[in-house]
């Protein structure tokens, strides 16, 4: 009834984008963190951060290196350690003053798969990069569903390797309980579903925001399936 196989008991969900919308709210703090730094360093003239940018080298990695990896991208690999954290920083301050200011939406279609997933019996956490995970399950009033949460805070201070390596998730299979072939991920991310097909897990699912090719590149990073919402695995 939930859309997996039948030896999955255990779901591990991403949270920005698949629980809630706030991933739109990431990038647009990423986009003014990064559009800021380049206007600063090319002038007016500067090629601004885009949607794709976001997509292929930041969604669902952690804050440092998200930042890296962007600016590898436009072939900047002369940064110190202070600018990628001011960058990051100066990021996580616009998105908690959006955070603050517009709260956040779950997805409806998310909402009814958890509860239908509570009621099933499926066990539920949240495995997700950001440091605000606790912030954002609260203030999306879904912590009820969720039994263990794995966030940025907790992966940083045990020294894990983030997205795409299946780090994270492994260490949310392990405090579930269970092997990585008895859990399901669930992402947004092309970066997430690396992670999770690397870490052998018994099911991947994407669910595809964007469109475009997306969910083909969803597809090639080895989930097991794409949806364009959590309800399309729920009966009719």
Known sequence: MLGLPDDVTVALFDLDGVLTSTAVLHRHAWKAAFDAYLRQRDGEGFTPFTEQDYLDHVDGRPRDDGVRAFLASRGIDDVDDATVESIGSGKNEMFLASLERDGVNPYPGSVRYLQ?????????????SSKNGAAVLDAADLSKFVEVRVDGLETAAAGLRGKPA???YLLGAQRMGVEPSAA?????????????AAGHFGYVVGIDRVGGTQAASMTAAGASIVVNDLEELLPA
């Open 116 to 128: 239908a997933a509570k009621d099933a019996g499926l066990r539920i956490a949240v495995v997700t």
């Open 184 to 196: 399901a991920v669930f992402e947004d991310a092309i970066s997430g579903v690396q992670a999770g």
């Open 166 to 168: 299946p780090d994270s």
